[in-house]
């Protein structure tokens, strides 16, 4: 069985002293594909490099939300730099997050919009976080966003018509080990009435570590847990919800298929 990780920072501190032994347990998971996610252009640049000439392995770059203060427009090229190799293939993540007591949201949202136009710019989709938001956040994508360019919503948690005003600007939600924690039961509702056609997988390692590995570092040979649960919300073997989820991820994303053991990243003009 083949799975996807569409969320993971591969450049966080605490991979440094294993980073390759997790992507081998990944591979040997059945997770061979993944995306490595920027938070800030140091980031972002990190996953862009890391992942170049290795097969499998993809990047996204952006500026979180949290991180808005300490991203400088005038350096915006910079991120279309990277955007013009093919194997960066979102912009992400972005959104708004105001969990933190002080969160500039004016700030975070001129951020997003410049976030928007680069994404639109090099025709890539969106990787989008939002937390007690996400009214604001969909307003800005009718407003600012393609949804020609497709995207997802990473570590989904809202409500049914939130994930129905997300599916209707052609966003994909991602589901990750949050899925799976023992209070998560709201949640399981929701996604049991979400197309499984909607759905991607992720770890957001190292954070959110399924159940069972809670509180510990999560990384990507954890997403089958991740689906064992989302076929079980969903009645559904196994093997289709393997196969389904990865066929959403690689359309999410452009991937080409995996032929031969090659796999093949569709470039963009
Ligand atoms: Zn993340």
Redesign the pocket.
């Known amino acids: 069985m083949e799975y996807v990780d569409t969320?993971v920072?591969l450049d966080d501190a605490r991979y440094d002293a294993d980073r390759e032994a997790v992507l081998e347990r990944a591979r040997a998971e059945g997770v061979g594909t993944l995306v490595s996610?920027g938070t800030s252009l140091e980031d972002s640049r990190w996953a862009a490099e890391f992942v170049r000439g290795r097969e499998g392995l993809h990047a996204a770059v952006g500026v979180h939300p949290e991180l808005a203060s300490g991203y400088d427009p005038a350096r915006r090229g910079e991120f279309e730099a990277l955007l013009r190799d093919p194997k960066v293939v979102a912009v992400g993540?972005v959104g708004l997050d105001a969990h933190r007591p002080g969160a500039d949201l004016e700030l975070q949202e001129r951020v997003l919009r410049d976030m928007l136009a680069l994404a639109r710019g090099a025709g890539r989709p969106l990787v989008v976080?939002v937390r007690e938001a996400v009214g604001r956040l969909l307003e800005v994508l009718r407003e600012d966003w393609d949804p020609a360019l497709g995207g997802v919503f990473?570590c989904f948690s809202g409500d049914l018509a939130t994930a129905r005003a997300a599916m209707d600007l052609n966003f994909d939600l991602a589901v990750g080990g949050v899925l799976t924690f023992k209070n998560a039961g709201a949640l399981r509702e929701v996604v049991a009435g979400v197309p499984l056609e909607r759905l991607v997988l992720e770890t957001?390692g190292p954070w959110l570590a399924p159940q069972e590995r809670r509180g510990g570092r999560n990384e990507p040979a954890y997403v089958p847990s991740v689906a064992r649960c989302l076929a079980g919300i969903k009645g559904l073997p196994l093997e289709r919800v393997a196969e389904q989820t990865t066929a959403n991820a690689r359309r999410l994303f452009r991937l080409g298929a995996v032929q031969g053991g090659a796999e093949q990243t569709r470039g963009w003009a």
Do not use: G, K
């Open positions: 969320h920072h996610i993540e976080h990473h957001d």
